[in-house]
């Protein structure tokens, strides 16, 4: 069965404390890898695509990287304006069971930047 | 406004009553995607649509209906509401064939009492 599975669920890091947040799949035939930020309140907005392993995408202080396995976001010296969910997205060859695309989010991961 | 706009924001309604949710763009893209949200599931993909006239079930469609007979709008219904189905609804566009990320609309808050 695909899933996309994230890590931690919740992180809190001081202002300019950096660390990276994971995103964990399996499934059969990735075509790509998303990743958006969603604030309170508000639709996903989109960040990264990654295709293909060993790839990296930097935007500011995120950078993105995508393994066989799973992908990680990179976020260096936050500031308090990072903070928000962080939703990672798998696009697969695979059918789902009622129709023919098959895009997985995953549940997020709630970041919170203090000062 | 070019964008994608989602209408109403928030709707309380009752079992068994008939809601539709108004989803625009104005980027012209072909495929649009409705999705609903909610704890411990993220996002799930309901229903979308490739072109206009062509619509397709995505993970969890039970209970839902869709149309899209203009390329702009694509709306969707909750024939019966239930209880189940109080979430908050997200629509997104992306461009034609391929990998392409998902633009999404500001999203609409359903209550179904």
């Known amino acids: 069965e695909d899933q996309v599975t994230q890590s931690p669920e919740a992180l809190r890091l001081q202002e300019g404390e950096s660390s990276s947040l994971n995103c964990s799949y399996t499934v059969s035939g990735l075509r790509g890898l998303f990743w958006y930020r969603q604030d309170p309140g508000k639709g996903p907005e989109f960040l990264f695509t990654?295709?293909?392993a060993g790839e990296e995408k930097e935007k500011e202080r995120l950078k993105a990287t995508l393994t066989k396995k799973e992908s990680f976001l990179h976020i260096t010296a936050p500031k308090p304006e990072d903070s928000a969910t962080y939703l990672c997205a798998v696009h697969t060859r695979g059918a789902s069971t009622s129709g023919t695309y098959k895009y997985i989010f995953g549940t997020g991961t709630r970041l919170k930047v203090l000062a | 406004d070019a964008g994608i706009t989602q209408s109403p924001r928030y709707k309380i309604t009752e079992t068994g009553r008939q809601v539709t949710l108004m989803c625009h763009q104005t980027w012209s893209h072909s495929y649009m995607f409705w999705y609903r949200q909610d704890l411990g599931h993220g996002l799930r993909l309901i229903y979308y649509s490739a072109a206009a006239d062509i619509t397709d079930k995505g993970e969890v469609p039970d209970g839902y209906v869709v149309s899209r007979s203009k390329t702009e709008n694509f709306p969707l219904t909750l024939e019966s509401a239930t209880r189940s189905q109080t979430s908050v609804y997200f629509c997104?566009?992306?461009?034609?064939?391929?990998?392409?990320?998902?633009?999404f609309g500001p999203g609409t808050r359903l209550t179904v009492l």
């Open positions: 990654l295709y293909s």
């Open positions: 997104a566009s992306s461009e034609g064939r391929g990998v392409n990320e998902q633009f």
